[in-house]
């Protein structure tokens, strides 16, 4: 059994951590060494090796480091640095929101590193489309009870004391007062899952800034490994509507509906996710 630790790798100007917990086929989550441990089941620990590695803009940056730096070029490099660190193969690589789009990127740099590809509530879309899909999808598919709560807990935001946070800190209490955009359960407090995060805002501004006109590379040369994409019907924030028009161009490509989860659906149902994860990958071998 693989014994939980932690390692270090430096990458030009950034320190990035992971950890590895489990057992079993080896999943490469990318991201947060921090956020993504959390909502990743302790079962699915018993099945698979995790792996959970930071990305820079979800670490706390030296002021030194260059924003410019912030491509997928980089980026598949930070995630091949860190499975060469870590001592593993062939991975499985998985990505959450548009994290799932820098796995997707990194598998189509590394072809012979990766075994599967998970996105899980990601999008297929740049920015503007996503926005205003989510928009669409909240108008049309919000429960009127969601709707109300949304806007109840908005209004009790303290403002004064929002205005004395930190660009990072107002960003997660945002996310966090958001809950009915992100959860399927409305009034979930996620404050627990970002505990201990420190990032700059001026880097999730420049990743975000890569999907303003983001389009999705799909092609069977650059793309060799099958997909697994899995979305929550509650997710008003990257809503699973952005890929019906998508997915009938494409190829070795599984697309699953959680009925009961919104943008996280590794944690909000795990068993589910878990079953689908790995029958999915028992399925593909």
């Known amino acids: 059994m693989t014994r939980s630790r932690k390692g270090l790798v430096h990458i030009d100007d950034v320190a990035l951590e992971y950890s590895i917990d489990g057992s079993g086929i080896p999943l490469l989550v990318v991201g947060s060494s921090v956020y993504y441990p959390r909502t990743f089941s302790a079962n699915?620990?018993?099945?698979?090796?995790?792996?959970?590695?930071?990305?820079?803009?979800?670490?706390?940056?030296?002021?030194?480091?260059?924003?410019?730096?912030?491509?997928?070029?980089?980026?598949?490099?930070?995630?091949?640095?860190?499975?060469?660190?870590?001592?593993?193969?062939?991975?499985?690589?998985?990505?959450?929101?548009?994290?799932?789009?820098?796995?997707?990127?990194?598998?189509?740099?590394?072809?012979?590193?990766?075994?599967?590809?998970?996105?899980?509530?990601?999008?297929?879309?740049?920015?503007?489309?996503?926005i205003a899909g989510a928009e669409q999808y909240w108008a049309s598919s919000a429960s009127e009870e969601r709707k109300a709560i949304l806007k109840d807990r908005r209004q009790a935001v303290d403002k004064d004391r929002l205005a004395r946070l930190s660009p990072s800190e107002a960003y997660i209490a945002q996310y966090v007062t958001d809950a009915p955009l992100y959860w399927n359960d409305p009034t979930y407090d996620a404050a627990w899952v970002w505990e201990g995060m420190q990032f700059r805002m001026e880097a999730i501004h420049a990743f975000r800034d890569l999907y303003k006109s983001y389009e999705l590379h799909w092609d069977s040369q650059?793309?060799?490994?099958?997909?697994?994409?899995?979305?929550?019907?509650?997710?008003?924030?990257?809503?699973?509507?952005?890929?019906?028009?998508?997915?009938?161009?494409?190829?070795?490509?599984?697309?699953?509906?959680l009925e009961d989860s919104g943008h996280t659906p590794q944690l909000e149902q795990a068993e589910a996710f878990d079953n689908l994860l790995l029958s999915w990958l028992r399925s593909q071998r």
């Not at 997909?227 to 019906?244: H, K, M, Q, S, Y």
Request: net charge positive; with cysteine.
């Open 44 to 130: 699915l620990r018993q099945s698979c090796t995790l792996v959970c590695a930071d990305l820079p803009h979800f670490v706390n940056l030296s002021p030194e480091f260059s924003l410019q730096a912030i491509n997928f070029e980089f980026y598949s490099r930070c995630i091949e640095a860190v499975r060469v660190d870590a001592g593993l193969g062939k991975v499985v690589i998985v990505g959450h929101s548009h994290h799932g789009n820098v796995a997707l990127e990194y598998a189509r740099r590394n072809p012979t590193q990766v075994s599967h590809v998970v996105m899980i509530g990601s999008p297929p879309v740049d920015v503007s489309r996503t």
């Open 222 to 257: 650059s793309l060799k490994a099958p997909v697994l994409i899995i979305a929550g019907r509650n997710d008003f924030a990257v809503p699973p509507t952005l890929w019906e028009s998508v997915l009938p161009k494409l190829r070795n490509t599984t697309f699953h509906l």
